[in-house]
T-cell receptor
Framework: SQKIEQNSEALNIQEGKTATLTCNYT??????LQWYRQDPGRGPVFLLL?????KEKRKERLKVTFDTTLKQSLFHITASQPADSATYLC???????????FGGGTRVLVKP | GAVVSQHPSWVICKSGTSVKIECRSL??????MFWYRQFPKQSLMLMAT?????????EQGVEKDKFLINHASLTLSTLTVTSAHPEDSSFYIC??????????FGDGTRLSIL
């Protein structure tokens, strides 16, 4: 069966350090992968999209990598700030489709 | 930027009543909208794809007679939870896709059935 796995344990990190989150998938051939941020009681907010033929994408302090051989995406928050504390979700989209399939999310807590 | 609005943000009602949730695209037209459900500490699960002017497409295991979807205009989709019971209590979130942009999500509706 298709699976999208993110580390369910919360990631506690000191302010200024780099947070690295993992998204692994099996039995899936995504056309592209997206990362979202979700705050408690709110809907997800889009952060970054990376296509299957792209290795890396950056946006300000955020970086995403995509390895289709390993079936893995890494999400990095550099120079982390307490305001970065939230749950981060990865979501995959199959080719020729708009449906998003989400991972379970990883909660990040940045301590000052 | 593209904005998706949901209403109400929070609703509490008695078991057996029906509840309607609205999802609006405020500054763009959306022929397709998506409805998700999220239980505490779990991820979003797609329930159905709402198509303007035609029937919604439901995911496996989602009862179409329980969760009625109407997408009567290019900016509005509604989800009605019929004869709601405590097990229907959840966080319901809609999304829409402005053109070629990624999906934009509403802020969700917290539904509590007593």
């Amino acid at each position: 069966s298709q699976k999208i796995e993110q580390n369910s344990e919360a990631l506690n990190i000191q302010e200024g350090k780099t947070a690295t989150l993992t998204c692994n998938y099996t039995n899936y051939s995504p056309a592209y992968l997206q990362w979202y941020r979700q705050d408690p009681g709110r809907g997800p907010v889009f952060l970054l999209l990376i296509r299957e033929n792209e290795k890396e994408k950056r946006k300000e302090r955020l970086k995403v990598t995509f390895d289709t051989t390993l079936k893995q995406s890494l999400f990095h928050i550099t120079a982390s700030q307490p305001a970065d504390s939230a749950t981060y979700l990865c979501a995959l989209v199959k080719a020729a489709g708009n449906k998003l399939t989400f991972g379970g999310g990883t909660r990040v807590l940045v301590k000052p | 930027g593209a904005v998706v609005s949901q209403h109400p943000s929070w609703v509490i009602c008695k078991s057996g009543t029906s509840v309607k949730i609205e999802c609006r695209s405020l500054d763009f037209q959306a022929t397709t909208m998506f409805w998700y459900r999220q239980f505490p500490k779990q991820s979003l699960m797609l329930m159905a794809t709402s198509n303007e002017g035609s029937k919604a497409t439901y995911e496996q295991g989602v009862e179409k007679d329980k969760f009625l979807i109407n997408h009567a205009s290019l900016t509005l989709s509604t989800l009605t939870v019929t004869s709601a019971h405590p097990e229907d209590s959840s966080f319901y979130i809609c999304s829409a896709k402005p053109g070629n942009q990624p999906q934009h999500f509403g802020d969700g509706t917290r539904l509590s059935i007593l």
